[in-house]
């Protein structure tokens, strides 16, 4: 079966010969795996050339929303790269510091899963043990629990990309982020 791949609104469509298209940022399942680089440039470079990686997105900075109201902002930046089969590798730059010991560990950074209802998977992880996990902005903002995210497009990228998303921890204190689009 060959797999035709197309870019139709930031949204990865996969679609096997005669059959339907598969939307690959809806549904349940692994989103991505996020890992922080040293130099995002080299990163993104490395597996563009090494792997054949190809660049999705990259983003500038993250707003949290809550209806208009901007809740958090971070100047984070990162992209994510499509691996070749409709997962992503995100990489996100590694901290001057590590603030948290599960960021002294390895490059590591969360697993993301795609859920279909943030709000119902986020309290039924909490119900199952699952942690808060709370990401603070460095400015008093805190983005703790499921909100509207916004990645601000960087260039050559025209549109930001908005998901709903959030953190738990789990059992073994590894970083999950539910991801809905």
């Known amino acids: 079966m060959r797999l035709d791949k197309q870019v139709l609104a930031n949204e990865v469509v ?12 809806h549904g349940s399942g ?10 995002l440039d080299e990163t993104i470079s490395f597996y563009e050339q090494a792997f054949g990686f190809r660049l999705l997105f990259r983003w500038d900075g993250v707003d949290g929303m809550r209806g208009q109201q901007v809740f958090f902002r971070n100047p984070l930046q990162g992209a994510q790269l499509d691996i070749g089969d409709g997962q992503i590798l995100e990489l996100i730059p590694a901290p001057k510091k590590a603030v948290r010991p599960s960021e002294l560990a390895s490059s590591f950074n969360h697993i993301g899963l795609r859920v279909s209802n943030l709000d119902e998977t ?3 992880a909490l119900a199952n043990g699952a942690k808060p996990y709370p990401i603070r902005d460095g400015a008093g903002g805190v983005w703790d629990g ?12 025209q549109r930001s990309f908005v998901v709903r998303a959030a953190h738990v921890m789990g059992p073994n ?9």
């Open 30 to 39: 692994l989103h991505h795996i996020n890992v922080r680089a040293f130099d």
């Open 146 to 157: 499921p909100a509207t995210i916004k990645l601000k497009a960087s260039p050559p990228f």
């Open 122 to 124: 986020y309290a039924r």
């Open 14 to 25: 996969v679609a096997p010969d005669n059959e339907k298209p598969i939307h690959l940022l």
């Open 173 to 181: 204190g590894e970083v999950i982020e539910l991801f809905e689009s």
